[in-house]
């Protein structure tokens, strides 16, 4: 079967021009999945002049292979948000997140992308302590939430949180309506940047100010994101003739399974584990679909690929201290469609000096002592002291080889290669010799 998403194969992809020659523009944005489009959607609408450079095909990443649920419910975080950052700054989040709903609702009134509400739910298969603080603290900073016990899904729960008029839609079809007419560059790659000069590998582009939207920030001398964030694998089957949910559901376990549904196919997704690592992937999703959809057929299969950092919380604004007019949005923890639409109102904001009120939420130069910054840096340090090949060029981290999809991937910061080293993802830049 060919490992292909549902959004990919029921679209029909845009093109568009490689550069040609040195370029100048007010603002570059460098990376075409939706944090990028939506970002140059949001210049344009502005009047500011900006230019959006992709290395490959624009969506032809991360994008294409969401599974698209515009929700504000992340996973069970806003009871931790509260005991961690406090009540001002967990409702900040969640009101930045519900205003990323309702500008998606306005944008798909005009873009035929099978936008549906839905309600979204976060289960628990043994916790219901845990659901009902998140109800709790959902309430407590101006959300609605409801704790359910009677779930649609094939495995016993102790119940779930349920949050309402949630969404989901096709992704391809939404940004390739949206793309249509912003200036975009593909096959244009961006190897370096010095300054405010972005160095391609078909010229040079001169920017007053630069956004870095390529998923996993590639410019290491800058923000440290080697080292406060990491990136996860997991995986998604799409079945037809199994059951409709009616809704959303995603497990609490980050080892846990996803449900949605699409034109008549259940998109069913778990098997996870950091990159670079192993993990249940497609074959733990096939061996629950046959014990508990026996009467389905699988008709796609596909992988994603999520940057995770240290509390939840994406990194939008400013690369570094240092770095005035370089700006970055990454991090999304999985939950990509809302936080690239927060990342697009936040960054047109600075890149044009506006104040923002969500910018100190998700300042990427925040406090980041967490206690998974050790057990981040023990992994990348592990992989770095590895005395094995083949070694990936970004920093230097032993690969692993992940079976199921037949690539070389990284263990310390996600970068992924097919085995003659053609570069995948990000963060590395090209492909290069890697023994």
Not at 76 to 84: E, K
Not at 360 to 382: G, I
Not at 425 to 435: C, E, M, V, Y
Request: aromatic share 10%.
């Amino acid at each position: 079967m060919e490992i292909n998403s549902v959004w990919s194969d029921t679209v029909d992809r845009p093109h568009f021009a490689v550069q040609e020659g040195d370029l100048k523009t007010d603002v570059l944005v460098i990376g075409g999945g939706m944090t990028g489009i939506l970002c140059a959607h949001r210049l344009r609408r502005a009047g500011v002049s900006c230019l959006l450079v992709e290395a490959d095909r624009i969506c032809g990443g991360i994008t294409k292979n969401t599974t698209a649920k515009i929700t504000v419910q992340h996973g069970l975080i806003y009871d931790r948000m509260l005991r961690r950052f406090g009540e001002e700054r967990a409702r900040m989040y969640l009101t930045s997140q519900m205003s990323a709903l309702d500008e998606y609702r306005t944008l798909c009134r005009e873009v035929d992308c099978n936008f549906e509400e839905r309600d979204s739910y976060v289960y628990s298969t043994g916790d219901r302590p845990k659901l009902e603080r998140e109800v709790t603290a959902i309430r407590r900073i101006g959300g609605e939430a409801t704790y359910e016990q009677d779930l649609p899904l094939p495995l016993r729960t102790a119940g779930a949180v349920c949050i309402p008029r949630q969404a989901q839609f096709h992704p391809l079809k939404f940004a390739y309506a949206i793309a249509a007419d912003l200036p975009i560059l593909e096959n244009t790659r961006v190897v370096e940047v010095r300054g405010n000069v972005a160095i391609t590998n078909r010229g040079r582009i001169r920017a007053e100010r630069i956004i870095v939207a390529t998923h996993f920030p590639f410019i290491n001398k800058h923000g440290g994101y080697f080292f406060k964030m990491y990136q996860h694998r997991s995986y998604v089957l799409g079945l037809e003739g199994a059951p409709d949910v009616d809704g959303m559901y995603v497990d609490e376990a980050s080892t846990g399974l996803s449900f949605r549904s699409y034109g008549g196919l259940l998109l069913f997704g778990g098997g996870g584990h950091r990159t670079g690592k192993q993990g249940g992937g497609w074959q733990e999703l096939s061996d629950f679909a046959v014990r508990h959809y026996p009467e389905a057929r699988e008709v796609y299969r596909w992988a994603t690929q999520d940057c995770v950092t240290l509390d939840d919380v994406p990194y939008i604004g400013r690369y570094a201290k240092g770095t005035p007019n370089l700006y970055v949005a990454t991090g999304y923890n999985k939950w990509g469609m809302t936080s690239s639409m927060v990342a697009a109102s936040l960054l047109a904001d600075l890149v044009q000096d506006r104040e923002n009120p969500y910018a100190e939420v998700y300042d990427p130069s925040r406090r980041m002592l967490r206690p998974r910054l050790a057990s981040h840096a023990l992994e990348t340090t592990v992989s770095l002291l590895m005395p094995t090949a083949p070694r990936c060029p970004h920093m230097g981290c032993a690969l692993k080889y992940n079976r199921q999809e037949h690539t070389w991937d990284c263990p310390c910061h996600g970068s992924r290669f097919e085995r003659d080293g053609t570069l995948i993802d990000n963060p590395a830049t090209g492909d290069k010799p890697f023994q």
